[in-house]
């Protein structure tokens, strides 16, 4: 596992640790019942204080990305464990709202919302599900309409 921080980002480092292991857990490099550096030594590799290792590891266990095991070290769980659906279901609506915010600011209605998505969907599925349209929905909002 590879973990990159940077002093610049604004962004606390245990929460970069946190969210760079996150990343490695649901993009299935890190496996379920694979074991994580220890805290002194993810401290040391990354000369960062061990406290911070500490709040990264708690916050992934609290998340249930891992366990830590007394006298053992952290563990990865298994990615379909309740916790971990919980929190992508919490970076799809958080996605989605962004998405809506863009599409309010482009004066997109409920309808071209949903045509963008629909041409979203279908050209993600496999190419024999059907065909997938390329041209991008206009779904403009008129005047005088609610949103």
Same mark, same amino acid.
């Given at each position: ?5 940077s002093n610049t %980002? ?5 929460? *970069?640790?946190?969210? *760079? ?20 030594g ?6 960062? %204080? ?5 709040r ?24 379909? %464990? ?6 992508l279901?919490r *970076? ?22 949903v ?31 609610? *949103?």
């Amino acid at each position: 596992m590879r973990v990159v921080l940077s002093n610049t %980002s604004g962004v606390p480092l245990y929460e *970069q640790i946190k969210e *760079q292991v996150k990343a490695a857990i649901l993009a299935g490099e890190l496996a379920e019942g694979d074991a994580l550096p220890s805290v002194r030594g993810l401290a040391r590799d990354l000369r960062i %204080s061990v406290i911070t290792t500490t709040r990264a590891y708690a916050d992934l266990a609290q998340e249930g990305f891992i366990t830590n095991v007394a006298g053992k070290g952290a563990f990865v769980l298994g990615v379909d %464990s309740e916790l971990v659906r919980e929190q992508l279901l919490r *970076q799809v609506e958080d996605g989605l709202t962004a998405a809506l915010d863009a599409a309010r600011l482009a004066g997109l209605d409920r309808d071209g919302v949903v045509e963008i998505l629909d041409t979203l969907i279908a050209t993600d599925e496999p190419e024999d599900a059907g065909a997938a349209t390329t041209d991008r929905p206009t779904g403009h909002r008129t005047e005088g309409q609610d *949103q």
